[in-house]
């Protein structure tokens, strides 16, 4: 399936029925009074997160979504029936936008969740509606309200708790099959991965995280190089980002540490808060390095680099170092997710032990 992570629509939820004009006709009964019925509304159009979707390729070649008007109202007290609703199926982190004016209307981060992004029209009153005691015979009735009809942007900005970053051919695609479920296309040429990968990582029973893997970054990438810069915005709704070089590339004339460099400022000129965002260093391809080597490599690259934060050494291929890496980013996830979740002050009334409590003297006497 073709990966697409932003599309256009139009959408127009139903108009609503008009109501009706009508009087009873029967037998011996000359003035029956009216009994026209209201319009019935128009459908509405929802939107709901489905997890078993992770492209809008849907929305790509099928751009009009119309739901049905509703009823228009009858005689004898018959109300028009409402319009069938219509439901689009989306996936989970998908952003909604007014193509118009760019404002974000919502946003889809949860599985199953339900909104309305079209809200069809109320139905028309029938002359039922008017009926007083000093109006017996009313002739009045309205026509259904209109739908709403929008112009919408969808861009998909896919959950994932890491994302990996590095030069095409860097390792992310090993790096992430060695992890995780995810088996994307892995070859020994530069931009293999054409579209977003995402993996989840089972560290234990009820453990896990979701790993993203994106093409890779050259420089430029912020201007329109390569390919990596339009999958840049899954990067946002990160915990952290995982740098992956290659410490052993083919081309022994290759700058590896002004490729690194390199990469660090996409991030800057893209987006200062996806720059911000914690990120480790993770060295790969060690099993391509002789074992005395090692030590003098790593340490002159990150003394070269000048990076702070924490560096890890893997063979994404042998496997080696990964599980160790692993469990360093489950815990680095778990507290990220605790520190986002609200304070709820406890209620001071279910802090005392019931032992504690003061004894009812009305139920001694």
Known sequence: MKFVDEAYIDISAGDGGAGCVSFRHEKYKEFGGPNGGDGGRGGHVYAVADSNLNTLVDYRFSRRHDARRGEHGMGSDMFGAAGDDITLKMPVGTIITDAETGEVLFELLV?????????????????????????????????????EKKNLKLELKVLADVGLLGMPNAGKSTFITAISNARPRIADYPFTTLHPNLGVVRVGPEQSFVVADLPGLIEGASEGAGLGHLFLRHLQRTRLLLHIVDVAPFDEGVDTVAQAKAIVNELKKYDDGLFKKPRWLVLNKLDMVASEDRAALIKDFVKRFKFKGPVFE??????????SLVKEIYKHVKAQQAAEQPYVEEDPRFLTAPDALPADDSAAQ
Do not use: H, M, Y
């Open 111 to 147: 599985p199953g969740e339900v909104i309305t992004i079209a809200k069809g029209g109320d139905g028309g009153f029938g002359n039922l509606r008017f009926k007083s005691a000093i109006n017996r015979a009313p002739r009045q009735k309205t026509p259904g309200w209109p739908g």
């Open 314 to 323: 893997i063979s994404a291929l042998t496997r080696e170092g990964c599980e």
